[in-house]
């Protein structure tokens, strides 16, 4: 399975980007997939999961309320909608994938895309 996430830029604090992570090589229909961010000098943090049928979602707490997880799998397709940014959203954005169960460990998911780098500026 090959990721590649987009979607990223710059973005004002308060503002909204819509990130995409399109899946190739083979359907993730019976895919956990979830999303991670590094910024710099920090450890890799789970942000948001969703289970391979897409009623199940988790979100860390720094984002709950203001991140929405969702999938497209007739599209192969993962996305993440982040409102109300703050500066602290700033990081590097990787989805990852892992056949069949979901989790919020990043130790658990097999494979990882390049990521989208996400700016907000205050």
């Known amino acids: 399975v090959q990721l590649q996430a987009s979607g990223g830029g710059l973005v004002q604090a308060g503002g909204s980007l819509r990130l995409s992570c399109t899946a190739s090589?083979?359907?993730?229909?019976?895919?956990?997939m979830g999303w991670f961010r590094q910024a710099p000098g920090k450890e890799r943090e789970f942000v948001a999961a969703?289970?391979?049928?897409?009623?199940?979602?988790y979100y860390a707490d720094s984002v709950k309320g203001r991140f929405t997880t969702s999938r497209d799998n007739r599209s192969n397709t993962l996305y993440l909608q982040m409102n109300s940014l703050k500066p602290e959203d700033t990081a590097v954005y990787h989805c990852?994938?892992?056949?069949?169960?979901?989790?919020?460990?990043?130790?658990?998911?097999?494979?990882w895309g390049q990521g989208t780098l996400v700016t907000v500026s205050s």
């Open positions: 090589g083979r359907a993730v229909s019976n895919y956990g």
């Open positions: 990852a994938a892992r056949y069949h169960y979901t989790t919020t460990s990043g130790d658990e998911y097999a494979y």
């Open positions: 969703i289970s391979w049928s897409g009623i199940s979602t």
